[in-house]
């Protein structure tokens, strides 16, 4: 049993994030990331949230903004800080002697910010993509360099590796969001045995159809930047429409598509994640919105 654990932010109702907004100087002040406002009151940079507009949010108890990769409800913890860190090794120690084997640790690359604080760069337009967000995103906009995919996580990584090495048996697979290095992270991540064992990337998983080009292309460029990490191949997950949706929309026969997708994934060099209704062919369930519970 591998459990996911979500390391890069807590809900903003956690009482870590209250005690952090109450003040400046409280015990855990510094736990998440924290800035003041530019002279004119709008946000220390440029940094995009994924799911639209700023990364920034004001919070009026401390009179500073502070950082959301994602939802505003979502605020990012502060990895810079050594008492975060050993906080959260704390919750995974708690889970592995509770006996699990092993995490899927979400936005593993998202951990750590530049402290600096830099704008990032524009991307130019013939290098976006559609991975990690839809391509009509402003946050495809941006070359990310100091807002994820920070080098300093390797460190945190090595810590964490560590603590897993301590049960045997137990493995780690890391989700790297990261539309222009996804693949180098993925490397860099499983470089060694003194990180994490294995991460996968959304090379796969973009709206883009499956092709033999395609698949080569990824494996060539992986294998290029990887001489001993090791990649988590996936076609499909909860962030992405269906296999079946997705892909074999289409085709004359579509049973016989999907089995050579699945076969193609089970050969691939590496690990596989397998989406729960993959096996089976299932296709994107059509809810009524009265049954919508999200």
Same mark, same amino acid.
């Given at each position: 049993?591998?459990i ?10 956690h009482?870590?994030f209250?005690?952090s ?6 015990p855990?002040?510094?736990?998440y990331?924290?800035?003041d406002?530019k002279p004119?009151?709008t946000?220390?940079n440029?940094?995009?949230s994924?799911f ?13 903004? $502070?950082?959301?990769? *994602? @939802? ?7 990895f810079?800080? &050594?008492?975060v860190?050993? =906080? ?5 120690r708690f ?6 084997d092993g995490f ?8 750590f910010h530049s ?14 993509n559609?991975q ?5 995103n ?5 070359d ?18 560590a ?11 890391g989700?790297?969001?990261?539309s222009?290095?996804g693949l ?13 064992h294995?991460c $996968?990337?959304f090379? *796969? @998983?973009a709206p ?7 698949? &080569?292309?990824?494996?060539e =460029?992986?294998g290029k930047v990887?001489?001993d990490?090791?990649?988590c ?11 079946a949706?997705?892909?074999?929309a289409?085709?004359?026969d579509?049973?016989?598509?999907l089995?050579?997708?699945s076969?193609?994934?089970?050969s691939?060099?590496?690990s ?14 059509e809810?009524?919105f ?5």
């Open positions: 049993v591998m996911d654990e979500v390391l890069s932010h807590t809900a903003d109702i009482p870590w209250r005690e907004r109450s003040s400046r100087t409280n855990k002040a510094d736990w990331v924290w800035a406002a004119d009151g946000p220390p440029n940094w995009l994924i639209g507009g700023s990364a920034w949010q004001w919070d009026t108890s401390r009179q500073q903004y $502070y950082l959301h990769n *994602f @939802l505003a409800e979502q605020p990012d913890l502060n810079h800080s &050594r008492a860190q050993d =906080a959260l090794l704390d919750v995974t889970w592995l002697e509770r006996g699990v899927r640790l979400d936005t593993i690359n998202f951990y402290q600096g604080l830099e704008d990032n760069p524009p991307l130019p337009p013939e290098e976006r559609d990690t967000a839809p391509s009509v402003p946050y495809n906009y941006q990310h360099l100091y807002d994820k995919s920070r080098p300093e996580n390797l460190g945190f990584l090595e810590r964490f590796r603590l897993l090495d301590e049960y045997p048996a137990t493995a780690a697979v989700e790297v969001g990261d222009q290095r180098e992270v993925v490397a860099a991540y499983t470089a060694g045995s003194k990180r994490v294995m $996968y990337s090379d *796969f @998983l883009e159809k499956i092709s033999a080009a395609k698949v &080569r292309s990824v494996l =460029a992986f990887a001489s990490g090791w990649s191949w996936a076609f499909s997950n909860h962030d992405v429409m269906r296999t949706s997705r892909w074999a289409g085709e004359a579509q049973t016989a598509y089995k050579v997708i076969a193609l994934l089970m691939l060099r590496g596989v994640c397998i989406y729960q209704g993959e096996e089976l062919g299932l296709g994107e369930a809810l009524q009265e049954d919508l519970q999200d």
